[in-house]
């Protein structure tokens, strides 16, 4: 039979004391964090495994980011194609109409004018940029 | 503490010597023992199992206390471990490194305890292998002025092995040749910074080929060449090579000083047919009247990664167009990695003519190269094994060994736990002895020896090939708008070695000031951009990082971080574990020493229950017999009175 010493008993109740606050104190970590593991050493496989699987989710986001770029530059792309599209359609029936040979110099000169704006603004569609 | 133990050591022979018990004392050196074995692993012994009666410590069969005397440990400064120290049992010190001059050592804690001898025979260069000549286009007075050059060029990134062995020959290797076959063959044998032009010719006159280099050397051969008139040219002409013709009818060359082999073809193929030449990746360059240096430059550059050209950074090189002294450019060559095995081999068209390689300055009109700087290998042998190193710091090298033809292409670790550091020629020897091997100290010194710092060169490796695979990528890619024309730009500054290369990462700051360099578009392999919409290098950096460029090709960026956190935190798990499993032994002994020297309260009570009633019994004794002795004395007797 063993003999059991006070300072045994002491001892064992100090040391399982310990491991409970232990277990307590990480517990209390994870209420506080909200996090599952603090370190790598904590699981190493579920900590590898999470960060495959939160670098997947950056990569998502980013492509998700990409495709909205993508969507703005052609929905962008798009409004300006109209816009030149009724651009050129002005200027046509601009033609069309000053082609019939009534007009005089300064109705001429006012579609001239009128023509060269349009140019102006066709320009400025082609350059029309997306964010820089 | 190992003097205080000794102290009372002598304290406690006085007291003993006058017959005294110095319980106090004893118990005092008991703590003190307990403390030091919480420091290191020492094996105590007492009195009663020595037959000299001493009160011993020792640490591995080396005393540190016996008796008052003592040993201390002491600290000694490593030379060669960054100002760090080992610890040592004092009157038993020892230098790792007994030649300082020729090699310094780091070693870890795992290192076995072994002596090894090292014989450095040649340090590296530790430099890049770079090829043109200042001043050689004398009329280039503008990088973008058309050269008038027309012809093709061809390069090749490479060398072989020491040993070069090749294919086996019954007869002879060329016959006396037919009317239509080709009568001149050229090739260039390289070995370090030496290096000779060979021809092998046909004597019409004399009927036989006659071989000569460069140098002047000539010697005339069979009428059919045999492998023995190569070997013996040779043998004849160069010391650094020893050649043979081996039993089994084959031509081996040797570098008799360990340099790497490189041969390659002219004109002809005479190296291809013995089946010596080297195999890396050649490409041909063309180049038409109305390039410029840049556009050459460019083609060059753009040859990486492109179909069946080379496709990693050891492969190839980068152009560039730098200024002589006098005002004219001129067109460099530098291979991306440092180290002898990437020579550049720079040969001419198809037919072996060198025109252009020689009017752009790379090659010399008899063929010979024009090298600014040559690199040169670090060749030790260590305990006999034969290896060679393109850095002077190193804990792999590549070994010389038969298996792989003597190329020494395979990394392999020199001796586990030991990191070389060369610095001079000669012979040193590494002793490696491990006085303290366990308790708190040995804890520090192993993460500091081999925890940290193998955890730092994973991230030197992870930024040394990052920055090399994009800078290879980067190179070979066109900036946009005004530098639509500019290929050969770094991405991240250039990191010539991978030790220490994680702490010198930094992105090239001509990119930050403009960041039209960012080189996005692909060459269309004329030396011009693919245009500026075009993100072919882009896609292909991105792709990067799913390509398997880490631990020697075998992880991507991404897998190579995963193990490494894995292994950490594998590493972290285990140490914990055996941490708790060593708690819970420790905790099990103290229990049991305890159930020895413990006091139990409940067993005092007993006892002096116990002792009370023995007291009591002895009084009641004493009573009874004083009662006796007071009726013996005072009632008996009286009779007579």
Do not use: C
């Not at chain 1, 590898?48 to 997947?56: A, N, V």
């Not at chain 2, 086996?168 to 032009?197: K, T």
């Not at chain 2, 006659?210 to 069979?222: F, Y």
């Not at chain 2, 500054?493 to 990462?505: D, E, H, I, N």
Request: proline share 3%; charged share 20%; no cysteine.
């Amino acid at each position: 039979m063993n003999r059991v010493t006070n300072s045994m008993m002491n001892q064992i109740f100090l040391s399982d004391m310990h491991s409970n606050l232990e277990r307590m104190l990480k517990l209390q970590r994870q209420m506080s964090t909200g996090k599952l593991h603090q370190k790598p050493s904590d699981d190493p496989l579920a900590v590898g495994r999470e960060l495959s699987i939160s670098t997947t989710i950056f990569e998502n986001e980013q492509y998700l980011k990409n495709l909205d770029d993508a969507m703005m530059w052609l929905s962008n792309t798009d409004a300006a194609l109209n816009q030149i599209t009724d651009v050129m359609q002005r200027i046509r029936e601009l033609a069309v109409y000053a082609g019939n040979g009534t007009f005089n110099e300064t109705e001429y000169a006012a579609v001239a004018e009128e023509i060269s704006q349009l140019q102006e603004e066709l320009m400025n569609t082609a350059n029309f940029s997306v964010e820089g | 503490m190992i003097d205080q133990i000794a102290a009372l050591n002598e304290k406690i022979a006085q007291v003993k010597a006058v017959g005294g018990n110095p319980n106090d004392l004893l118990d005092r050196r008991d703590l003190l023992t307990e403390k030091l074995s919480e420091l290191i692993d020492i094996s105590v012994s007492t009195p009663l199992q020595e037959q000299d009666g001493d009160f011993k410590i020792d640490l591995h069969g080396k005393v540190l206390v016996q008796g008052s005397r003592t040993r201390h440990l002491v600290l000694v400064s490593v030379s060669g471990n960054e100002g760090f120290y080992d610890v040592q049992v004092e009157d038993n010190l020892f230098d790792h490194v007994d030649n300082t001059d020729v090699l310094l050592a780091a070693i870890e804690q795992k290192a076995p305890t072994a002596v090894h001898s090292v014989l450095v025979e040649r340090l590296a260069s530790e430099t890049n292998w770079k090829v043109g000549s200042p001043g050689s286009l004398p009329n280039v007075a503008s990088p973008d002025q058309a050269l008038n050059l027309h012809g093709d060029f061809s390069l090749q990134v490479s060398s072989g092995g020491v040993v070069k062995t090749s294919h086996q020959f019954s007869g002879g290797v060329l016959p006396p040749p037919a009317s239509n076959e080709p009568r001149d063959y050229i090739f260039r044998l390289a070995a370090g910074g030496f290096e000779r032009v060979i021809s092998v010719n046909w004597n019409d006159t004399g009927s036989r080929w006659e071989i000569s280099d460069n140098a002047g050397n000539a010697l005339s051969a069979s009428p059919t060449l045999s492998l023995q008139d190569l070997s013996d040219f040779i043998n004849t002409n160069y010391n650094s090579f020893n050649a043979s013709v081996t039993s089994d009818g084959r031509l081996s060359i040797e570098s008799s000083d360990k340099h790497l082999i490189s041969l390659v073809d002219i004109k002809g193929d005479l190296t291809s047919q013995l089946g010596i030449s080297d195999s890396a990746k050649t490409v041909t360059i063309s180049v038409t009247e109305e390039d410029s240096l840049n556009a050459i430059a460019n083609k060059i550059n753009g040859a990486y990664m492109t179909d069946g050209g080379p496709s990693s950074p050891e492969e190839w090189l980068r152009a560039s167009v730098e200024q002589a002294p006098d005002g004219t450019y001129y067109l460099t060559l530098e291979s991306q990695v440092m180290g002898e095995a990437q020579r550049i081999n720079v040969s001419g068209d198809e037919s072996g003519g060198l025109y252009v390689a020689h009017n752009l300055g790379l090659l010399n009109s008899d063929g010979s190269t024009n090298f600014m700087t040559t690199a040169e290998d670090a060749f030790i042998s260590f305990d006999g094994r034969k290896y060679l190193s393109s850095v002077n710091r190193f804990t792999e090298a590549r070994q010389i060994t038969p298996s792989d033809g003597y190329s020494a292409k395979n990394m392999s670790e020199v001796s586990s736990g030991i990191t070389l550091k060369l610095a001079g020629t000669g012979m040193a020897s590494v002793r490696v002895e491990h006085h303290v091997q366990g308790g708190k100290i040995y804890g520090t010194l192993e993460a500091r020896d081999d925890l940290i710092l193998s955890h730092l060169s994973a991230f030197d490796e992870l930024a040394y090939r990052l920055a090399l695979e994009m800078n290879a990528l980067h190179y070979s890619g066109h900036g946009m708008g005004e530098n639509a024309d500019v290929t050969g730009t770094a991405f991240f500054v250039p990191l010539p070695r991978q030790y220490g290369a994680a702490r010198s990462l930094t992105v090239n700051p001509l990119l930050e000031q403009d960041s039209s360099l960012i080189a996005a578009a692909a060459d269309d392999g004329e030396g011009n951009s693919l245009g500026s919409g075009d993100g072919t290098k882009a896609l292909a950096m991105a792709r990067l990082k799913q390509t398997k460029v880490l631990s020697g090709g075998s992880a991507d960026f991404n897998e190579f971080y995963l193990s490494f956190i894995a292994e950490l935190g594998a590493q972290g798990r285990r140490t914990v574990t055996m941490a708790e499993n060593q708690r819970a032994l420790t905790d099990q002994i103290n229990a049991q020493r305890q159930s020895v020297m413990g006091v139990n309260i409940d067993e005092e009570m007993m006892d002096i229950v116990k002792f009370q009633q023995a007291f009591n019994a002895m009084s009641r004794y004493i009573t009874t017999i004083d009662e006796m002795l007071d009726t013996i004395i005072n009632r008996m007797g009286i009779v007579g009175r």
